[in-house]
């Protein structure tokens, strides 16, 4: 595609369910980023994967909060039993290498509501 | 805490004057990264200046970048109303990979 897709684009969903978000990214590129973004605020780191080497999970928040990416293109971001601070814009980006200098180019987010 | 802090939080600002918006970041980076955001959406990249580099320049977009006291400015001059967004900037550790973003700078620019 010509570029990052996320799906949905919007998701409510009630308290103590599981969600899964969706990411395209631009086909051959090896990086890819989770992002979380609150309300007014930056993003916050979540992970990233980086062609088939171990990924780095370091931001998930809590062990509610999963990912994969199979077969080095599409990425699943899991958020088991929702709570209600888990309602925020997620953000995906993908780039051609996390190594060298390139530039990250973002999906249009998916805006969790957790009711 | 956030590697990159931009600094002011929001600047309100009228058509045609400059917009400066300051970056502070606290470990050794590969590269800095300027984003913007409308709406609270997609991110879209603006500029990348290396950690060799001291200036860039893209189109009314001038970024310097600082290493010794690690810091970065993004310069808009003769700005626009549509130049209205949330501006990021983001580094690039040499330690690792991830890809760090700030709080950001709202700005406004007034008709």
């Known amino acids: 595609g010509a570029g990052v897709s996320q799906s949905p684009s919007n998701k409510v969903t009630e308290k103590g369910k599981d969600v899964e978000l969706r990411c395209d990214p631009i086909s051959g590129h090896t990086a890819l980023y989770w992002y979380r973004q609150s309300l007014g605020q930056g993003l916050e780191f979540l992970i990233y994967?980086?062609?088939?080497?171990?990924?780095?999970k370091s931001g998930l928040p809590s062990d509610r909060f999963s990912a994969e990416r199979t077969g080095g293109s599409v990425s699943t971001l899991t958020i088991q039993r929702t709570q209600q601070e888990d309602s925020a814009v997620y953000l995906c980006?993908?780039?051609?290498?996390?190594?060298?200098?390139?530039?990250?180019?973002f999906g249009q987010g998916t805006r969790l509501t957790v009711v | 805490s956030q590697q990159g802090e931009e600094d002011p939080q929001a600047l309100s600002i009228q058509e045609g004057e400059n917009a400066t918006m300051n970056c502070s970041y606290k470990?050794?980076?590969?590269?800095l990264q300027w984003y913007r955001q409308n709406s609270g959406r997609g991110l879209v990249h603006l500029i990348l200046i290396r950690s060799n580099e001291r200036e860039k320049h893209s189109g009314r977009l001038r970024v310097t970048l600082d290493t010794s006291k690690k810091s970065s400015s993004l310069l808009i001059t003769a700005s626009r109303a549509a130049d209205t967004a949330s501006y990021f900037c983001?580094?690039?550790?040499?330690?690792?990979?991830?890809?760090?973003f700030g709080e950001g700078t709202q700005l406004t620019v007034n008709p």
């Open positions: 994967f980086q062609g088939n080497s171990a990924p780095d």
């Open positions: 983001a580094t690039k550790e040499t330690s690792g990979s991830r890809l760090t």
């Open positions: 980006a993908s780039s051609l290498s996390a190594v060298q200098n390139t530039e990250a180019f």
């Open positions: 470990t050794s980076i590969n590269n």
